[in-house]
């Protein structure tokens, strides 16, 4: 499965962006879908998650401003980012994973996200 992340930008504080994650194949396989980000000098974290159940968290800092959502006959995967703020500015990237063995992982490339203050 190849992923391709796309929707990133420069925007300002309070501005909103809305990142595309569409895979080359069917993602109803998959037991979760994620938007992963990491800073300069920062660990890649975890910033929202989507089960196939279509259960759905956020890391604490960006809950009530991000919502992940998915469209299945698009085989893609929504980040929509309200509210942004300048500790948003990362690299985003898109990861599926398969639970069942063997386990397997899939990443996109990654999209810059820039937000000024």
């Known amino acids: 499965v190849q992923l391709q992340a796309s929707g990133g930008g420069l925007v300002q504080a309070g501005g909103s962006l809305r990142l595309s994650c569409a895979a080359s194949?069917?993602?109803?396989?998959?037991?979760?879908m994620g938007w992963y980000r990491q800073a300069p000098g920062k660990q890649r974290e975890l910033v929202a998650i989507?089960?196939?159940?279509?259960?759905?968290n956020y890391v604490d800092s960006v809950k009530g401003r991000f919502t992940i959502s998915r469209d299945n006959t698009k085989n893609t995967v929504f980040l929509q980012m309200n509210n942004l703020k300048p500790e948003d500015t990362a690299v985003y990237y898109c990861?599926?994973?398969?639970?069942?063995?063997?386990?397997?992982?899939?990443w996109g490339q990654g999209t810059q996200v820039t937000v000024s203050s």
């Open positions: 990861n599926v994973e398969r639970f069942d063995l063997p386990y397997s992982s899939y």
């Open positions: 194949g069917s993602i109803t396989s998959f037991n979760a």
């Open positions: 989507i089960t196939s159940g279509d259960r759905t």
